[in-house]
């Protein structure tokens, strides 16, 4: 989603005019993203000493899509995926398969797409496959529009 359009999205929350749906509440949105990096850190912190990260990357897999839902509007349905590995130049064919599908927002809620269960990208300095850190994006219904002709 390109800047100038997550701006005016934004926007639209901070004066009040958020569609059909509720104001963001700051604290709320807060809380998320501190949960989302929490997961995170956690996760490489699994990764590096050689333990399970698997339930860390679920949550903050999980943690993602409840921040793209907090942001929800009538105008935000779907989401797209984005795959991203670090520390290497192309994700694993697991995520790069995944990668640009638009997905309903509410189906991946309900049964998320992320991490594929044939994931094979790894943690620098590990590995133990699964650390998949791919992420979702909201996709406006403009942009699906444009992206079905």
Not at 9 to 31: C, L, Q, Y
Not at 123 to 134: D, K, N, R, V, Y
């Amino acid at each position: 989603m390109p800047l100038w359009r997550r701006r005016r999205f934004f926007d639209r929350f901070k004066h009040g005019k958020a569609g059909n749906s509720t104001v963001a509440d700051p604290k709320r949105a807060h809380a998320i993203r501190k949960s989302k990096l929490d997961s995170h850190m956690a996760a490489w912190a699994a990764a590096t000493a050689g333990d399970c990260f698997l339930e860390p990357i679920l949550d903050l897999h999980s943690w993602e899509l409840q921040e793209i839902r907090h942001w929800q509007s009538a105008e935000l349905q779907h989401v797209r995926i984005i795959a991203w590995t670090p520390g290497r130049a192309h994700p694993c064919p697991a995520c790069t398969a995944l990668a640009g599908q638009l997905r309903p927002l509410a189906d991946e809620v309900r049964n998320p797409s992320l991490p594929p269960v044939n994931c094979t990208c790894t943690a620098p300095g590990s590995t133990a496959p699964g650390f998949c850190l791919c992420s979702y994006e909201g996709v406006f219904d403009d942009e699906l529009a444009a992206h079905r002709s």
